[in-house]
């Protein structure tokens, strides 16, 4: 994993350690909204939404869109999928490892009989 991936891997995860931003993730994946829909949402000033949205969009979560006044945000899957293909490769890790604990288990109940 090159230096690169690994801050932006970072990034998402420092990201995702919030529950209030990950609300807001949960909210965009219903439909996109502005900034003040987002933030009455919560019972938060908007100051301090406006924090955690700038930390999703600096872990590339979010995109923003200017539309006349309004500040419409969407949320960025891709990021995600990074991070669950780093999840995964410790899945498989574990996996293997339950298998070998699992064959050991049974050869030793058989080795009783």
Not at 6 to 29: H, K, M, Q
Not at 62 to 87: F, K, T
Not at 96 to 110: D, F, G, M, T, W
């Amino acid at each position: 994993m090159g230096e690169y991936q690994s801050a932006r891997l970072d990034g998402v995860f420092n990201a995702l350690c919030d529950p209030t931003r990950r609300a807001i993730l949960a909210r965009l994946t219903d439909a996109d909204a502005r900034v003040t829909e987002i933030a009455g949402d919560f019972p938060i000033s908007l100051n301090s939404i406006s924090k955690h949205i700038r930390m999703l969009e600096r872990a590339g979560l979010l995109r923003r869109s200017i539309v006349g006044r309004d500040h419409v945000l969407s949320l960025n899957a891709a990021p995600l999928a990074e991070a669950m293909a780093w999840i995964e490769r410790y899945r498989s890790f574990w996996e293997s490892r339950l298998a070998a604990l699992e064959s050991y288990v049974i050869n030793k109940k058989r080795k009783r009989k």
